[in-house]
């Protein structure tokens, strides 16, 4: 990379994944001395060419938590079933309470979604889709389900395959 060009959030270079921290919460525990603060981070891990992971990681500093749940979130990466720039299938992710319909959009809408769910989408690869989020708005249940729903797709061929459908010549 050229000395002084910054790399703004859309370009990368090959293989290269890009992190995304949906959300930082800090808790606190009373001791003798005073309180004690830990951060929890919900990070997301996508390489925008069909595979994306998340994770929560923990640690007494902000940092800390960021880097643990970065590299937890590489380990935990998956691969995306797509067609062309969107989802093959409209689909419902479920988690706990939360649940995110996810819809195949025409070329040119973009992704349509909030918080956790446009973390995700985004970092996948998925350029066109319409997503809905349905009852618990917790960040790491959003995210949860909507990876559930990414790993529901099917393409045609795959859904073929499973039915052991006879090729028609």
Excluded: W
């Excluded at 800390?64 to 093959?88: F, L």
């Excluded at 419902?92 to 959009?105: D, E, Q, T």
Aim: glycine fraction near 10%; hydrophobic fraction near 40%.
């Amino acid at each position: 990379m050229k000395p002084g060009f910054k790399r703004n959030d859309t370009q990368k270079s090959p293989g290269e994944a890009m992190e995304r921290v949906v959300q930082i919460n800090r808790t606190a525990k009373v001791v003798k001395g005073g309180r004690r603060f830990s951060f929890s981070a919900l990070v997301v891990v996508g390489d925008r060419d069909g595979q994306v992971g998340y994770a929560l990681g923990k640690a007494r500093e902000n940092a800390d938590a960021i880097r643990k749940a970065t590299e937890m979130a590489r380990r935990s990466m998956v691969k995306v079933t797509m067609k062309d720039r969107t989802i093959p299938h409209e689909v419902i992710g479920r988690c706990g309470a939360s649940r995110v319909m996810l819809k195949p959009a025409s070329k040119g809408t973009g992704v349509i979604a909030g918080g956790g769910a446009r973390a995700v989408l985004d970092l996948s690869g998925v350029r066109d889709v319409l997503a809905k989020s349905l009852g618990s708005t917790s960040a790491l249940n959003v995210v949860k389900a909507t990876m559930n729903g990414l790993m529901q797709l099917r393409s045609r061929e795959e859904t073929e395959a499973l039915r052991q459908v006879a090729k028609e010549v």
